[in-house]
Every structure is written in structure tokens, then in C-alpha cells.
């Protein structure tokens, strides 16, 4: 499969845990997006990745959330002491990074904080 | 900051019947449109959509652009059951700005 893969699928913690998912883009796509995703919206943008130069992180990244890219493949996003509105579809999304960005998502980490 | 308003929310369809969705966007630096088929999963490309007036077309599936008055519509032709889903449009320049979606249910 050289699709998008993320790990885990799903992810059930408690209250003040962390949590680190990780994101495999497809081999040959050098940018890598997250988004989160709650229940009746459509994605929203988190933060993303040209190789290992995270460019550009969104207001809705609080200081609990981190994410890197550290050789420009794989990347990972941790949530700090999470809180229960933190419960979402976090999805990780990989294109070419040559203009036209037509973006390929993955399966999602589905996060559901007690 | 950009805007995506999809149209309706939601519908219920026949199987045989035509749906058309419809997206409008006020975005700053518009790259492109792209449209997203999402299954209880993770989102699905389905077209992109660069200039005005110029259809895509993907079997049942069609999608046009209008630069001008910002909008885009999705057409689905002949629905079957397999096309019971969310919907998503989005804009992109670099990232992606989604709309809300529009949930397609299709009856048999």
C-alpha cells in the first residue's frame, strides 16, 4: 500500500494524558499537512511540513500540540496534558509540493479523551 | 479569512435521481478547488478544479468552477447507495480550507 498511513487508528486516553500519533506520507510527497476534524465540520488546518521545515502553524495549535518532521518523512503530532475537547478525527494529508497542491489524506487517528 | 459555505447541509435521494451540491468560497489567494468524498473515514479526492468553465468529469460525477462568481458545483447523475456520503469542498493555495460538507443520503 503506498498510500497514506497513520498510526494509531484510534486512541482513547484520560484527561491530562499525552498522546503522540504518527503520520507515513506517501514516499515521494515532500509537504505533509495535518488537520483535525470534529463531528459535522469539515477538516481544519493545523500545521504543515515542506521536508523537515514546519511552515506554517495554525491558531488553533495551542501549546499542548507539537508536531514534527524530523528527516522529512514520517511526522509526528503529540497533544500535551490533553483535554476532552480535544476529542476529534486528526487526519494527516501528504501532496508532491510543486503548485498545485491536489492533497491525499490517510485513515485518520480518531482521539477520544475521557 | 477564507470562507467555504457549502449548500444544502444535507439531502435524501432516491437511487436514480440527480443531485447537484453547491460550494462558495471568499478565499485570499485562491489556487485551486478540490472536492472530497468521505466515507466515515478519511476524506477521498474526487476532482481539482483550476479554471472557470472547464467541466471535469469522472463517470457519474461532474464538477465545474466559476471564478467570477466564486462558486462550484458537484453534480452526481443515476445516484446509487454507493454514493451515500459527506461531501467536502475545499480551496487551497497551500493549505486546504474546507467547507462544512454536505451529506448525500441515498435510498434504495
Request: proline residues 3%; charged residues 20%; hydrophobic residues 30%.
Amino acid at each position: 500500500d503506498t498510500g497514506v498511513s497513520q498510526d494509531p487508528r484510534h486512541k482513547i486516553t484520560k484527561r491530562g494524558q499525552n498522546v503522540t500519533f504518527r503520520c507515513d506520507p506517501i514516499s515521494e510527497h515532500n509537504r505533509l499537512y495535518w488537520y483535525r476534524q470534529t463531528l459535522g465540520q469539515g477538516p481544519e488546518f493545523l500545521t504543515y511540513f515542506q521536508n523537515e521545515a514546519q511552515l506554517e502553524k495554525s491558531r488553533l495549535l495551542s501549546d499542548r500540540f507539537s508536531a514534527e518532521r524530523p528527516k522529512g518523512s514520517f511526522s509526528t503530532l503529540e497533544i500535551q496534558r490533553t483535554e476532552q475537547g480535544d476529542s476529534a478525527m486528526y487526519l494527516c494529508a501528504s501532496s508532491l509540493g510543486q503548485g498545485l497542491e491536489t492533497q491525499y489524506f490517510g485513515p485518520g487517528t480518531r482521539l477520544l479523551v475521557l | 479569512e477564507d470562507k467555504v459555505v457549502q449548500s444544502p447541509l444535507s439531502l435524501v435521494v432516491h437511487e436514480g435521481d440527480t443531485v447537484t451540491l453547491n460550494c462558495s468560497y471568499e478565499v485570499t489567494n485562491f489556487r485551486s478547488l478540490l472536492w472530497y468524498k468521505q466515507e466515515k473515514k478519511a476524506p477521498t479526492f474526487l476532482f481539482m478544479l483550476t479554471s472557470s468553465g472547464i467541466e471535469k468529469k469522472s463517470g457519474r460525477l461532474s464538477s465545474i468552477l466559476d471564478k467570477k462568481e466564486l462558486f462550484s458545483i458537484l453534480n452526481i447523475t443515476a445516484t446509487q447507495t454507493g454514493d451515500s456520503a459527506i461531501y467536502l469542498c475545499a480551496v487551497a493555495h497551500y493549505k486546504l480550507s474546507f467547507g462544512a460538507g454536505t451529506t448525500v443520503t441515498v435510498r434504495a
